[in-house]
Protein backbone atom coordinates (compact mmCIF):
# COMPACT_ATOMS: atom_id res chain seq x y z
CA UNK A 1 0.00 0.00 0.00
CA UNK A 2 1.63 3.29 -0.83
CA UNK A 3 1.51 6.35 1.21
CA UNK A 4 -0.87 8.06 -0.42
CA UNK A 5 -3.41 5.46 0.15
CA UNK A 6 -2.35 4.96 3.86
CA UNK A 7 -5.16 5.80 6.79
CA UNK A 8 -3.79 8.60 8.80
CA UNK A 9 -3.23 6.44 11.80
CA UNK A 10 -1.39 4.25 9.69
CA UNK A 11 1.10 6.34 8.91
CA UNK A 12 1.43 7.80 12.54
CA UNK A 13 2.54 4.30 13.79
CA UNK A 14 4.30 3.07 10.89
CA UNK A 15 7.94 4.44 12.38
CA UNK A 16 7.00 2.65 15.85
CA UNK A 17 6.21 -0.66 13.94
CA UNK A 18 9.50 -0.37 11.35
CA UNK A 19 11.56 0.50 14.83
CA UNK A 20 9.61 -3.03 16.76
CA UNK A 21 10.54 -5.14 13.34
CA UNK A 22 14.90 -4.33 14.10
CA UNK A 23 16.88 -6.48 15.95
CA UNK A 24 18.77 -3.38 17.34
CA UNK A 25 15.75 -1.76 18.86
CA UNK A 26 15.54 -4.11 22.33
CA UNK A 27 18.89 -3.34 23.06
CA UNK A 28 18.32 0.28 22.78
CA UNK A 29 15.44 0.21 24.69
CA UNK A 30 17.75 -1.66 27.11
CA UNK A 31 20.01 0.71 27.17
CA UNK A 32 17.93 4.01 27.74
CA UNK A 33 15.94 2.45 30.62
CA UNK A 34 19.17 1.13 32.39
CA UNK A 35 20.29 4.80 32.07
CA UNK A 36 17.01 6.09 33.81
CA UNK A 37 17.71 3.36 36.57
CA UNK A 38 21.15 4.97 37.16
CA UNK A 39 20.10 8.22 37.12
CA UNK A 40 16.93 7.65 38.97
CA UNK A 41 18.54 6.21 41.94
CA UNK A 42 21.67 8.27 41.82
CA UNK A 43 19.36 11.76 41.70
CA UNK A 44 17.94 13.47 44.93
CA UNK A 45 15.15 11.50 44.05
CA UNK A 46 16.56 7.93 44.33
CA UNK A 47 14.75 7.22 47.90
CA UNK A 48 11.50 7.57 45.81
CA UNK A 49 13.21 4.45 43.16
CA UNK A 50 13.91 2.28 46.60
CA UNK A 51 10.65 2.86 47.87
CA UNK A 52 9.08 2.16 45.06
CA UNK A 53 10.34 -1.19 44.02
CA UNK A 54 10.29 -2.65 47.71
CA UNK A 55 6.69 -1.66 48.12
CA UNK A 56 4.58 -4.61 48.54
CA UNK A 57 1.85 -6.74 46.45
CA UNK A 58 -0.43 -8.86 47.72
CA UNK A 59 -2.69 -11.46 46.12
CA UNK A 60 -5.22 -13.70 48.46
CA UNK A 61 -7.75 -16.43 47.70
CA UNK A 62 -9.47 -17.42 50.82
CA UNK A 63 -6.86 -18.38 53.27
CA UNK A 64 -3.93 -18.27 51.25
CA UNK A 65 -1.76 -15.42 50.43
CA UNK A 66 1.37 -14.46 48.63
CA UNK A 67 2.85 -11.34 49.71
CA UNK A 68 6.41 -9.66 47.51
CA UNK A 69 7.78 -6.80 46.92
CA UNK A 70 7.39 -5.29 43.28
CA UNK A 71 11.22 -6.63 42.65
CA UNK A 72 10.39 -9.88 43.30
CA UNK A 73 7.05 -9.95 41.93
CA UNK A 74 9.16 -9.05 38.37
CA UNK A 75 11.56 -11.56 39.02
CA UNK A 76 9.86 -14.21 40.24
CA UNK A 77 6.83 -13.81 38.38
CA UNK A 78 7.15 -11.64 35.04
CA UNK A 79 10.45 -13.16 33.97
CA UNK A 80 9.58 -16.45 33.92
CA UNK A 81 7.31 -15.33 31.02
CA UNK A 82 10.74 -13.99 29.79
CA UNK A 83 12.52 -17.71 30.76
CA UNK A 84 8.89 -19.24 28.75
CA UNK A 85 10.04 -17.41 25.66
CA UNK A 86 14.00 -18.63 26.05
CA UNK A 87 12.66 -22.03 26.36
CA UNK A 88 10.31 -21.99 22.88
CA UNK A 89 13.47 -20.72 21.43
CA UNK A 90 15.78 -23.74 22.54
CA UNK A 91 13.16 -25.79 21.51
CA UNK A 92 12.62 -24.71 18.34
CA UNK A 93 16.54 -24.40 17.45
CA UNK A 94 16.69 -28.36 18.77
CA UNK A 95 14.20 -29.27 16.33
CA UNK A 96 14.71 -27.32 12.99
CA UNK A 97 17.50 -24.69 13.88
CA UNK A 98 21.56 -24.65 14.12
CA UNK A 99 21.20 -27.29 17.59
CA UNK A 100 19.16 -30.05 15.20
CA UNK A 101 22.42 -31.55 14.11
CA UNK A 102 25.22 -32.89 15.87
CA UNK A 103 27.75 -31.05 13.35
CA UNK A 104 25.89 -27.94 13.23
CA UNK A 105 25.27 -28.03 17.05
CA UNK A 106 28.79 -28.70 18.11
CA UNK A 107 30.08 -25.05 17.10
CA UNK A 108 28.25 -23.14 19.32
CA UNK A 109 27.85 -25.39 21.70
CA UNK A 110 31.58 -25.95 21.89
CA UNK A 111 31.60 -21.98 22.22
CA UNK A 112 29.28 -22.23 24.78
CA UNK A 113 30.83 -24.37 26.91
CA UNK A 114 33.67 -22.21 26.86
CA UNK A 115 32.51 -19.28 27.42
CA UNK A 116 30.66 -20.71 30.59
CA UNK A 117 33.79 -22.32 32.08
CA UNK A 118 36.78 -19.85 31.31
CA UNK A 119 34.24 -16.92 32.99
CA UNK A 120 33.46 -18.86 36.15
CA UNK A 121 37.39 -20.08 36.39
CA UNK A 122 38.39 -16.82 36.58
CA UNK A 123 35.68 -15.15 38.78
CA UNK A 124 36.65 -18.15 41.69
CA UNK A 125 40.09 -17.38 41.11
CA UNK A 126 39.82 -14.01 41.96
CA UNK A 127 37.05 -14.53 44.38
CA UNK A 128 37.78 -18.15 46.09
CA UNK A 129 37.31 -17.98 50.24
CA UNK A 130 35.67 -14.70 50.16
CA UNK A 131 31.80 -13.58 50.72
CA UNK A 132 31.41 -13.09 47.22
CA UNK A 133 32.25 -16.15 46.34
CA UNK A 134 28.63 -17.65 45.54
CA UNK A 135 28.88 -15.33 42.55
CA UNK A 136 30.41 -17.62 40.25
CA UNK A 137 27.52 -18.43 38.22
CA UNK A 138 27.28 -14.58 37.12
CA UNK A 139 29.87 -13.67 33.71
CA UNK A 140 28.79 -17.25 32.45
CA UNK A 141 25.70 -15.19 31.43
CA UNK A 142 25.51 -13.33 28.05
CA UNK A 143 22.68 -11.51 26.69
CA UNK A 144 20.98 -12.68 23.77
CA UNK A 145 19.06 -9.27 22.60
CA UNK A 146 21.94 -6.51 23.76
CA UNK A 147 24.15 -9.26 21.53
CA UNK A 148 22.00 -9.39 18.62
CA UNK A 149 21.32 -5.60 19.19
CA UNK A 150 24.85 -4.70 18.89
CA UNK A 151 25.39 -6.94 16.22
CA UNK A 152 22.67 -5.51 14.23
CA UNK A 153 23.81 -2.12 14.14
CA UNK A 154 26.59 -3.11 11.72
CA UNK A 155 23.72 -4.12 9.34
CA UNK A 156 24.47 -5.79 6.13
CA UNK A 157 27.74 -5.69 7.41
CA UNK A 158 27.62 -8.27 9.20
CA UNK A 159 27.31 -11.59 7.71
CA UNK A 160 24.29 -13.47 8.00
CA UNK A 161 25.70 -16.70 9.23
CA UNK A 162 27.44 -14.92 11.99
CA UNK A 163 24.10 -13.65 13.25
CA UNK A 164 22.73 -17.50 12.78
CA UNK A 165 25.73 -18.43 15.07
CA UNK A 166 25.46 -15.97 17.47
CA UNK A 167 21.80 -16.57 17.93
CA UNK A 168 22.79 -20.80 18.18
CA UNK A 169 26.04 -19.45 20.89
CA UNK A 170 23.39 -17.40 22.96
CA UNK A 171 21.02 -20.38 23.08
CA UNK A 172 23.65 -22.84 24.50
CA UNK A 173 24.55 -19.95 26.85
CA UNK A 174 20.66 -20.16 28.17
CA UNK A 175 20.81 -23.98 28.35
CA UNK A 176 23.95 -23.66 30.72
CA UNK A 177 22.59 -20.72 32.48
CA UNK A 178 19.04 -22.34 33.13
CA UNK A 179 21.23 -25.05 34.59
CA UNK A 180 23.43 -23.55 36.76
CA UNK A 181 19.99 -21.54 38.41
CA UNK A 182 18.14 -24.79 38.47
CA UNK A 183 20.80 -26.84 40.34
CA UNK A 184 22.92 -24.20 42.07
CA UNK A 185 20.90 -21.53 43.01
CA UNK A 186 18.26 -23.22 44.26
CA UNK A 187 17.15 -22.51 48.15
CA UNK A 188 15.44 -25.56 50.62
CA UNK A 189 12.94 -27.40 48.64
CA UNK A 190 9.50 -27.85 50.03
CA UNK A 191 8.99 -31.85 48.40
CA UNK A 192 5.56 -31.38 48.68
CA UNK A 193 4.65 -28.48 46.76
CA UNK A 194 7.44 -29.81 44.13
CA UNK A 195 4.87 -33.02 44.06
CA UNK A 196 2.34 -30.79 42.64
CA UNK A 197 4.67 -29.12 40.61
CA UNK A 198 5.26 -32.59 38.81
CA UNK A 199 1.74 -32.99 38.45
CA UNK A 200 0.76 -30.22 36.48
CA UNK A 201 3.94 -30.99 34.38
CA UNK A 202 2.19 -34.20 33.56
CA UNK A 203 -0.52 -32.56 33.07
CA UNK A 204 1.14 -30.75 30.14
CA UNK A 205 2.74 -33.60 28.99
CA UNK A 206 -0.43 -35.56 28.68
CA UNK A 207 -2.55 -32.32 27.35
CA UNK A 208 0.90 -32.44 24.53
CA UNK A 209 0.85 -36.01 23.40
CA UNK A 210 -3.48 -36.03 22.93
CA UNK A 211 -3.20 -33.49 20.70
CA UNK A 212 -4.67 -30.35 22.82
CA UNK A 213 -4.11 -27.07 20.62
CA UNK A 214 -5.92 -24.78 22.77
CA UNK A 215 -3.73 -22.32 24.11
CA UNK A 216 -5.44 -21.48 26.81
CA UNK A 217 -4.82 -24.89 28.85
CA UNK A 218 -1.54 -24.93 28.26
CA UNK A 219 -1.70 -21.09 29.63
CA UNK A 220 -3.52 -22.47 33.04
CA UNK A 221 -1.53 -25.12 33.71
CA UNK A 222 1.83 -22.97 33.81
CA UNK A 223 -0.37 -20.77 36.11
CA UNK A 224 -0.47 -23.61 38.09
CA UNK A 225 3.50 -25.32 37.00
CA UNK A 226 4.50 -22.22 38.63
CA UNK A 227 3.05 -21.23 41.40
CA UNK A 228 3.84 -24.89 42.79
CA UNK A 229 7.73 -24.00 41.93
CA UNK A 230 7.17 -20.81 43.57
CA UNK A 231 6.67 -22.26 46.82
CA UNK A 232 8.89 -25.25 46.42
CA UNK A 233 12.07 -23.29 46.86
CA UNK A 234 13.27 -24.10 43.03
CA UNK A 235 13.14 -21.00 41.44
CA UNK A 236 9.63 -19.81 39.85
CA UNK A 237 11.36 -19.00 36.40
CA UNK A 238 12.19 -22.72 35.97
CA UNK A 239 9.01 -23.41 35.27
CA UNK A 240 8.91 -21.03 32.47
CA UNK A 241 11.38 -23.48 30.54
CA UNK A 242 9.77 -26.50 31.59
CA UNK A 243 6.63 -25.51 30.10
CA UNK A 244 8.09 -24.47 26.61
CA UNK A 245 9.06 -27.73 26.24
CA UNK A 246 5.51 -28.88 26.55
CA UNK A 247 3.80 -26.80 24.00
CA UNK A 248 3.51 -28.56 21.09
CA UNK A 249 5.69 -27.91 18.18
CA UNK A 250 3.73 -29.63 14.96
CA UNK A 251 0.77 -28.59 13.06
CA UNK A 252 -2.84 -30.12 13.68
CA UNK A 253 -3.00 -30.04 9.88
CA UNK A 254 -0.65 -30.76 7.23
CA UNK A 255 0.23 -28.42 4.48
CA UNK A 256 -1.77 -29.86 1.72
CA UNK A 257 -5.03 -30.34 3.53
CA UNK A 258 -4.56 -26.21 4.39
CA UNK A 259 -4.51 -25.80 1.01
CA UNK A 260 -7.05 -27.87 0.01
CA UNK A 261 -9.44 -26.17 2.77
CA UNK A 262 -8.13 -22.64 1.61
CA UNK A 263 -9.00 -23.29 -1.94
CA UNK A 264 -12.38 -24.11 -0.91
CA UNK A 265 -13.16 -21.73 1.41
CA UNK A 266 -11.91 -18.73 -0.73
CA UNK A 267 -14.00 -20.02 -3.52
CA UNK A 268 -17.07 -19.86 -1.27
CA UNK A 269 -15.78 -16.43 -0.02
CA UNK A 270 -15.58 -15.16 -4.04
CA UNK A 271 -19.23 -16.52 -5.25
CA UNK A 272 -20.83 -15.40 -2.17
CA UNK A 273 -19.94 -11.74 -3.47
CA UNK A 274 -23.12 -11.41 -5.37
CA UNK A 275 -25.07 -10.77 -2.21
CA UNK A 276 -23.11 -7.99 -0.92
CA UNK A 277 -19.17 -6.54 -0.59
CA UNK A 278 -19.83 -5.84 3.05
CA UNK A 279 -18.15 -8.82 5.16
CA UNK A 280 -21.07 -7.41 8.07
CA UNK A 281 -24.09 -7.87 5.90
CA UNK A 282 -22.62 -10.85 3.88
CA UNK A 283 -23.17 -14.40 6.31
CA UNK A 284 -21.68 -16.31 4.16
CA UNK A 285 -18.57 -14.65 3.49
CA UNK A 286 -18.55 -14.38 7.39
CA UNK A 287 -18.33 -18.20 7.46
CA UNK A 288 -15.87 -18.40 4.81
CA UNK A 289 -13.37 -15.73 7.12
CA UNK A 290 -13.64 -17.64 10.13
CA UNK A 291 -13.07 -21.16 8.53
CA UNK A 292 -10.00 -19.75 7.34
CA UNK A 293 -8.96 -18.37 10.04
CA UNK A 294 -9.28 -21.88 11.92
CA UNK A 295 -7.79 -23.30 9.07
CA UNK A 296 -4.78 -21.33 9.63
CA UNK A 297 -4.76 -21.94 13.57
CA UNK A 298 -4.72 -25.80 12.99
CA UNK A 299 -1.25 -24.91 10.53
CA UNK A 300 0.24 -22.55 12.85
CA UNK A 301 2.42 -24.82 15.72
CA UNK A 302 0.91 -23.85 19.28
CA UNK A 303 5.01 -23.05 19.77
CA UNK A 304 5.20 -20.38 16.46
CA UNK A 305 2.06 -19.13 17.74
CA UNK A 306 3.21 -18.46 21.44
CA UNK A 307 6.69 -17.23 20.76
CA UNK A 308 5.64 -14.57 18.34
CA UNK A 309 2.91 -13.40 20.22
CA UNK A 310 5.02 -13.22 24.03
CA UNK A 311 8.57 -11.83 22.31
CA UNK A 312 7.37 -8.27 21.90
CA UNK A 313 5.68 -8.35 25.32
CA UNK A 314 9.19 -9.61 26.46
CA UNK A 315 11.48 -7.28 24.56
CA UNK A 316 9.20 -4.07 24.91
CA UNK A 317 8.04 -4.73 28.56
CA UNK A 318 9.49 -7.15 30.65
CA UNK A 319 12.80 -6.85 29.62
CA UNK A 320 12.76 -2.98 30.41
CA UNK A 321 10.73 -3.44 33.49
CA UNK A 322 13.74 -5.95 35.17
CA UNK A 323 16.21 -3.21 34.23
CA UNK A 324 14.40 -0.16 35.63
CA UNK A 325 14.03 -2.85 38.72
CA UNK A 326 17.57 -3.99 39.19
CA UNK A 327 19.93 -1.75 36.84
CA UNK A 328 19.44 1.21 39.22
CA UNK A 329 22.83 1.00 42.29
CA UNK A 330 23.47 3.80 43.83
CA UNK A 331 27.29 4.43 43.22
CA UNK A 332 28.47 6.37 46.67
CA UNK A 333 31.54 6.94 47.03
CA UNK A 334 32.06 6.63 42.97
CA UNK A 335 32.24 4.12 40.24
CA UNK A 336 36.18 3.43 40.34
CA UNK A 337 36.44 2.80 43.73
CA UNK A 338 33.22 0.27 43.52
CA UNK A 339 34.97 -1.52 40.75
CA UNK A 340 37.96 -2.11 43.13
CA UNK A 341 35.34 -4.67 44.80
CA UNK A 342 36.91 -8.29 43.93
CA UNK A 343 33.19 -9.16 42.86
CA UNK A 344 32.99 -6.62 40.82
CA UNK A 345 36.63 -7.18 39.34
CA UNK A 346 35.70 -10.87 39.08
CA UNK A 347 32.98 -9.98 37.17
CA UNK A 348 34.53 -7.67 34.98
CA UNK A 349 37.22 -9.93 34.31
CA UNK A 350 35.20 -12.98 33.77
CA UNK A 351 32.96 -11.38 31.04
CA UNK A 352 35.79 -9.03 29.42
CA UNK A 353 38.32 -11.46 29.52
CA UNK A 354 37.03 -14.55 30.02
CA UNK A 355 34.49 -14.57 27.56
CA UNK A 356 36.47 -14.03 24.79
CA UNK A 357 39.00 -16.22 25.49
CA UNK A 358 37.12 -19.34 26.44
CA UNK A 359 34.43 -19.15 23.05
CA UNK A 360 37.56 -18.87 20.80
CA UNK A 361 39.94 -21.36 22.83
CA UNK A 362 36.94 -23.82 22.32
CA UNK A 363 35.50 -23.04 18.78
CA UNK A 364 39.32 -23.46 17.31
CA UNK A 365 39.32 -26.61 19.60
CA UNK A 366 36.27 -27.96 17.77
CA UNK A 367 37.55 -27.13 14.45
CA UNK A 368 40.66 -28.45 14.42
CA UNK A 369 39.82 -31.48 16.12
CA UNK A 370 37.46 -31.98 13.24
CA UNK A 371 33.96 -32.12 15.07
CA UNK A 372 32.73 -28.94 13.82
CA UNK A 373 33.67 -26.60 10.84
CA UNK A 374 33.97 -22.67 10.47
CA UNK A 375 30.39 -21.52 9.01
CA UNK A 376 30.86 -20.23 5.14
CA UNK A 377 31.54 -16.14 5.58
CA UNK A 378 32.64 -15.92 9.22
CA UNK A 379 36.56 -15.42 9.57
CA UNK A 380 37.98 -16.04 12.79
CA UNK A 381 38.31 -12.23 13.38
CA UNK A 382 34.17 -12.48 13.55
CA UNK A 383 34.23 -15.17 15.47
CA UNK A 384 36.59 -13.84 17.98
CA UNK A 385 34.25 -10.06 17.75
CA UNK A 386 31.69 -12.62 18.52
CA UNK A 387 33.11 -13.78 21.55
CA UNK A 388 33.45 -10.29 23.09
CA UNK A 389 29.89 -9.25 21.96
CA UNK A 390 28.74 -12.30 24.43
CA UNK A 391 30.34 -10.82 27.26
CA UNK A 392 27.34 -8.45 27.71
CA UNK A 393 25.91 -10.25 30.64
CA UNK A 394 23.32 -7.95 31.49
CA UNK A 395 19.78 -9.58 31.96
CA UNK A 396 20.52 -12.61 33.31
CA UNK A 397 23.66 -11.60 35.20
CA UNK A 398 21.38 -9.42 36.94
CA UNK A 399 19.07 -12.22 37.09
CA UNK A 400 21.58 -14.57 38.77
CA UNK A 401 23.35 -12.02 41.06
CA UNK A 402 19.90 -11.84 42.63
CA UNK A 403 20.25 -15.21 43.46
CA UNK A 404 23.74 -15.14 44.06
CA UNK A 405 23.24 -12.89 47.12
CA UNK A 406 19.71 -12.96 48.21
CA UNK A 407 20.83 -11.81 51.96
CA UNK A 408 23.33 -8.63 50.81
CA UNK A 409 22.58 -5.42 48.97
CA UNK A 410 25.78 -4.25 48.57
CA UNK A 411 27.07 -7.58 47.58
CA UNK A 412 24.36 -7.52 45.04
CA UNK A 413 25.19 -3.82 44.51
CA UNK A 414 28.95 -4.79 43.68
CA UNK A 415 27.98 -7.45 40.93
CA UNK A 416 25.60 -5.04 39.34
CA UNK A 417 28.56 -2.17 38.83
CA UNK A 418 30.83 -4.91 37.64
CA UNK A 419 27.74 -6.57 35.12
CA UNK A 420 27.40 -3.03 33.83
CA UNK A 421 30.99 -2.26 33.15
CA UNK A 422 31.37 -5.17 31.65
CA UNK A 423 28.97 -5.06 29.37
CA UNK A 424 29.37 -1.91 27.80
CA UNK A 425 33.25 -2.17 27.55
CA UNK A 426 32.29 -5.86 26.06
CA UNK A 427 29.87 -4.35 23.29
CA UNK A 428 31.94 -1.26 22.40
CA UNK A 429 34.77 -3.70 22.00
CA UNK A 430 33.18 -6.66 20.00
CA UNK A 431 31.53 -3.26 17.89
CA UNK A 432 34.58 -2.06 17.46
CA UNK A 433 36.16 -5.56 15.95
CA UNK A 434 33.11 -6.57 13.85
CA UNK A 435 33.33 -3.35 12.36
CA UNK A 436 36.91 -3.86 11.29
CA UNK A 437 36.16 -7.30 10.35
CA UNK A 438 33.40 -6.54 8.14
CA UNK A 439 35.35 -3.57 6.61
CA UNK A 440 38.22 -6.08 5.45
CA UNK A 441 36.13 -8.71 4.21
CA UNK A 442 34.30 -5.93 1.65
CA UNK A 443 37.44 -4.71 0.81
CA UNK A 444 38.55 -7.82 -1.08
Known amino acids: MSVAHQRPVERMVRPFQDFAHKQSSGGIVLIIVTVVALVWANSPWGASYTALWGSKLSVSLGDFSLSKDLTHWINDGLMAIFFLVVGLEIKREVLV ?23 AAIYVAINAGTEGAAGWGIPMATDIAFALGVLALLGERAPVTLKVFLTALAIVDDIV ?28 VVANLIGVDWTLVYALLGIGLWLAFLLSGIHATIAGV ?33 KGEHVL ?12 NHATYKLEPPLHELEHALHPWVVFAIMPLFALANAGVTLGGGIAEALINPIAL ?27 ELPGGISWRHLYGVGWLAGIGFTMSLFISDLAFPDSSSLVDAAKIGILAASLIAGVVGWTILRGASSSRSNE
Do not use: C, H, M
Open 97 to 119: GELSSIRGAALPVAAAVGGAVVP
Open 177 to 204: AVLVIALFYTSAISWSALAVGGLFLVAL
Open 281 to 292: TNEERQAALQAL
Open 346 to 372: GIVAGLVLGKQLGITLFAWLAVKSGIS
Open 242 to 274: LLAFTVPASSFINPDQFLKRSRYVLDRFEQAGE
